[in-house]
């Protein structure tokens, strides 16, 4: 190992020290700064004479729009073939994620307007990956570049998957003549990776309330993608079948509910990660049974809503069935003799 070290540092002293850090890309939702060397030598050196990292690592605000779209934008007023166009981003490109490819607003022309995106676009835009020098580089959820750290199922970045829990289920449509419609499964604040798939001749829709009491009816009525309460809904109609997809965490309470169209019976699929916002806590010791002479004392357990961080009924703990309510602990105290 003494070696290895003394081989490294070797190679290193042929080279400056690292120049200061550059100037974000971004200023918002992740961008790359760089830092410089130079080699010393006349031979070549080993190793390289950049090194990126991360920075800006906070979410722009929703007006800002999508950085890949900004780019394409920025061509709207340059013309093409003797032609103005407007440019919309075409992402997700396997070939070459990093190359800035834009398509002609109602038009099948799709063009390579640039080599590279800047640094700092993601490479996809269901992943932190970003484009750094035209090189799609691994961002793990910690956002440091190479990382390899992701986000359980409940959102948690390097999380164990304790937080939330597996819903699954199946609904079928009993058909009444009083009834028009009914509720299919109702789907809480913060929930993620939801899917439900409908088989059969009726329709979907939602019912939404906020945290605040807010409520609002939406329906379904064509395929496409939509922001219901800032969740975004991928929304998919067949002449027999409906899918519905949002990854979340969910902005709001969502009730979804199937509105009866047909004398054929329907059936739901649904499935999503429900986060346990309940949990059991373990109280402090009472009061001693005795002020001398040796008593005792005991904890208890008591159910905590850990998004309004309450105290609430112990039937909510028991709502979930990863939660083991802690055993009571029991402890002597005032053991010192009483006075005659």
């Known amino acids: 190992s003494s070696r290895t070290a003394r081989s490294e540092e070797d190679r290193d002293s042929l080279w400056d020290a690292w120049g200061s850090w550059s100037e974000c890309s971004r200023t918002c939702g992740g961008g790359a700064s760089y830092s410089l060397r130079r080699c010393l030598s006349s031979k070549t050196c080993e190793g390289r004479n950049i090194r990126y990292r991360t920075c800006s690592n906070v979410d722009c605000p929703p007006e800002a729009g999508d950085f890949r779209a900004q780019q394409c934008s920025a061509h709207n007023d340059v013309k093409y073939q003797g032609q103005f166009y407007e440019w919309l981003p075409v992402s997700n490109d ?22 590279k995106v800047l640094d700092g676009t993601r490479c996809y835009t269901e992943s ?34 304790s937080t939330c829990r597996l819903v699954r289920g199946q ?22 990776q939801v899917r439900l798939v409908l088989k059969g001749p009726d329709h979907l829709y939602l019912e939404t309330k906020t945290l605040q009491g807010v409520m609002s009816e939406n329906s379904l009525s064509s395929t496409g993608s939509f922001l219901i309460e800032n969740s975004s809904i991928d929304f998919q109609k067949f002449p027999d ?14 009730t979804v509910k199937i509105r009866y169209a047909g004398a054929a019976d ?10 346990i916002i309940h949990r059991w806590r373990e109280t402090d010791f009472f009061p001693c049974s005795a002020s001398c002479g040796g008593g005792y004392q005991l904890t208890s357990a008591e159910c905590f809503d850990l998004r309004s961080n309450q105290v609430v009924a112990d039937q909510y703990c028991h709502y979930y069935p990863e939660n083991i309510k802690p055993k009571p602990k029991l402890q002597e ?3 010192d003799p009483c006075p005659a």
């Open 128 to 161: 932190l990956d970003m484009c750094i020098s035209g090189l799609c580089q691994i961002v793990g959820c910690d956002r440091q570049l190479g990382s390899a750290v992701k986000e359980d199922n409940c959102g948690v970045c390097n999380g164990d998957g």
């Open 94 to 115: 396997p070939d070459n994620p990093c190359s800035l490819k834009c398509q002609a607003r109602g038009a099948a022309l799709v063009v390579e307007l640039a080599p």
């Open 333 to 335: 105290c005032n053991l």
């Open 266 to 275: 329907s059936s739901v699929q649904f499935i999503f990660y429900q986060p």
């Open 241 to 254: 079948k409906e899918l519905l997809r949002i990854s979340g965490p969910l902005t709001a309470d969502f």
């Open 171 to 192: 609904y079928k449509s009993q058909l009444s003549a009083n009834k028009l419609d009914d509720v299919v499964v109702a789907i809480p604040y913060g929930s993620r």
